[in-house]
């Protein structure tokens, strides 16, 4: 595992790399991995949808000072794909968390170009992204979160009891849901994560 980390480490990217293929894939109208339809439509959608947090986002004084007592160095690894929903609705908190603190480094790395270090951080045994892994100055795991927040989850396994699958009304409703939340359980639950009061945080 150490390898792996190493090895995803070396060839991440920062988070404004990230954002100019973000671009590139929607003004080229491609996206990542399988280039079905459906995804290259969502990896335009999402590039709006973070563009727009990002220039929204704005943390708390409680929360920048949280991110800001950070005192030694991590590097916040994440594995994602610009077609991913749930990911457009979390990297950019995690981008202003790592603004506001001088010891986050964040990078990325995507999930299908990357299956070893995704297999070594299933949620429940699926691939699901996003995934943050928090590594420590020597590059070890301290702590993990992802794909969604504990309160994000509820949501959508709430709506599956019910209708017993995923399907375009959930995504309508989860995107609402996001909107009405504004990133508080996303920042609730990295908060607990920075202060230790869990090892990881996984739905």
């Known amino acids: 595992m150490e390898q792996i980390i190493k090895n995803s480490v070396a060839k991440a990217i920062s988070y404004a790399e990230y954002n100019l293929l ?4 929607v003004t080229e109208g491609r996206t990542t991995g399988e280039p079905t339809s459906e995804k290259i439509d969502y990896t335009k959608l999402n590039f709006s949808r973070s563009k727009r947090l990002d220039k929204t986002i704005k943390l708390l004084e409680a ?11 991590q590097i916040w690894l994440v594995i ?9 609705q979390s990297l950019p908190f995690f981008n202003h968390i790592a603004e506001s ?6 990078k990325i790395v995507l999930r299908d170009e990357n299956p070893a270090l995704m297999d070594v951080f299933l949620t429940n045994g699926s691939r699901s ?23 994000t989850a509820k ?14 009304q959930l995504k309508t409703e989860l995107q609402i849901w996001y909107n009405k939340n504004k990133g508080e359980a996303i920042l609730s639950e990295l908060q607990a994560l920075t202060l230790c009061e869990e090892n990881s945080i996984n739905v």
């Open 22 to 25: 973000f671009k590139q894939l």
């Open 63 to 73: 929360q920048k000072q949280c991110f800001q007592d950070i005192n030694e160095k």
């Open 80 to 88: 994602t794909e610009p077609w991913c929903g749930d990911a457009a």
């Open 101 to 106: 603190s001088e010891n986050v480094e964040l």
């Open 129 to 151: 992204i996003p995934k943050l892994i928090v590594l420590d100055k020597n590059l070890q795991p301290i702590a993990h979160w992802g794909p969604r927040s504990n309160a």
């Open 155 to 168: 949501v959508v396994d709430d709506y599956i009891q019910v209708r017993g699958a995923v399907d375009d």
